[in-house]
């Protein structure tokens, strides 16, 4: 079945950097764009950016321009997110999410990643 | 940035009752609007693609309208699983964006 499983739970300090992973199974990797996005406890939920799985371009929401990377790893069919320069703020469960329809950038986010708790505290 | 506001923000229920949620998008995004149903702890269920299009595997109760700017989710006959928190997400243009969130409590 399409499943997205993501690494497990991080605790940082402020001002290091955070790694998770999104295997994807189940599906071409290739042909769905990947979204990360995150919730702070008690929150909404906030847009990262995307990758697209095919040629790796990316595309970060203004407020994570120079702080977040995007990388996948096709031959294990893995997208990364490294969220740089952490401070407390960014406290929140982490989700890669698959877009509905193939070839499509924007879209909704059909399938989902378990989430990764990220806690940033001294 | 599209901005997209959802009301009310909390809403108490009975099971059995109809419940209506809606979403304003600040600019016209034709029918790119999408639901999420999310439980505590879990990550968000699509329910509902491009204004009105039910999920997979998402029950009949659920269903959707709208298009331009306003948008709702109705639920016709609540259900005990359906105290959950709902969210709109616009996907006309980027960055996608979110609503902030209804959350349906038991009255």
């Known amino acids: 079945q399409v499943q997205l499983v993501q690494s497990g739970a991080e605790v940082k300090e402020p001002g290091a950097s955070v790694k998770v992973s999104c295997k994807a199974s189940?599906?071409?990797?290739?042909?769905?764009?990947m979204h990360w996005v995150r919730q702070a406890p008690g929150q909404g939920l906030e847009w990262m950016g995307l990758?697209?799985?095919?040629?790796?371009?990316?595309t970060y929401a203004q407020k994570f321009q120079g702080r977040v990377v995007m990388t996948k790893d096709t031959s294990t069919s893995t997208v990364y997110m490294v969220l740089y320069s952490l401070r407390s703020e960014d406290t929140a469960v982490y989700y890669c999410?698959?877009?509905?329809?193939?070839?499509?950038?924007?879209?909704?986010?059909?399938?989902w990643g378990q989430g990764t708790m990220v806690t940033v505290s001294s | 940035d599209i901005q997209m506001t959802q009301s009310p923000s909390s809403l108490s229920a009975s099971v059995g009752d109809r419940v209506t949620i809606t979403c304003r998008a600040s600019?016209?995004?034709?029918?790119?609007l999408n639901w999420y149903q999310q439980e505590p702890g879990k990550a968000p269920n699509l329910l509902i693609s491009?204004?009105?299009t039910l999920q997979s595997g998402v029950p009949s109760r659920f269903s959707g309208s709208g298009s331009g700017t306003d948008f709702t989710l109705t639920i016709s006959s609540l259900q005990p699983e359906d105290f959950t928190t709902f969210y709109c997400?616009?996907?006309?243009?980027?960055?996608?964006?979110f609503g902030q969130g209804t959350r349906v409590e038991i009255k």
């Open positions: 189940g599906y071409t990797f290739t042909t769905y764009y």
């Open positions: 990758i697209n799985p095919s040629g790796g371009g990316t």
């Open positions: 491009s204004a009105s």
């Open positions: 600019q016209s995004i034709r029918t790119f």
């Open positions: 999410a698959r877009v509905h329809s193939s070839g499509r950038a924007i879209d909704a986010f059909e399938i």
């Open positions: 997400q616009q996907s006309y243009g980027s960055p996608p964006t």
